[in-house]
């Protein structure tokens, strides 16, 4: 089992730039769909991006296209997002999440589709 843990929120300006890493532990990444959701207070968690297995495919919520880009290194065991031109609206919790998947291609989008979490990392955006 994959276990998950996230780093680099923290409070930023708006307009500017974090970069999220997620650490992953128990079994290589390589095997995994990784993805980002994020929930803000009040919200239901939603969707930022998606990676497949080996990086060829990216998916991106049409509220942060053109401003987040989501990557990953297999052999550090690692998934980054990196996040530019922040909004106050970006404020959330940011979790990273792993699907056990056999597509080389697929990037899931639907937070039911992976059982692996980790804890989150707050983003605050201030105006």
């Known amino acids: 089992q994959v276990r998950l843990a996230e780093s680099g929120g923290g409070l930023v300006q708006a307009g500017g730039s974090l970069r999220l890493s997620c650490a992953a532990s128990?079994?290589?990444?390589?095997?995994?769909?990784m993805a980002w959701f994020r929930q803000a207070p009040g919200k239901e968690r939603e969707f930022v991006s998606a990676i497949s297995r080996i990086g060829g495919s990216t998916a991106y919520s049409d509220s942060v296209k053109g401003r987040f880009t989501i990557s990953r290194d297999n052999a550090r065991n690692m998934a980054y997002l990196q996040m530019n031109s922040l909004k106050p609206e970006d404020t959330a919790v940011y979790y990273c999440?792993?699907?056990?998947?056999?597509?080389?291609?697929?990037?899931?989008?639907?937070?039911?589709?992976?059982?692996?979490w980790g804890q989150g990392t707050q983003v605050t955006v201030s105006s």
């Open positions: 128990g079994r290589t990444l390589r095997w995994y769909a």
């Open positions: 999440a792993a699907d056990l998947i056999d597509s080389v291609a697929a990037v899931p989008q639907y937070d039911g589709e992976y059982p692996y």
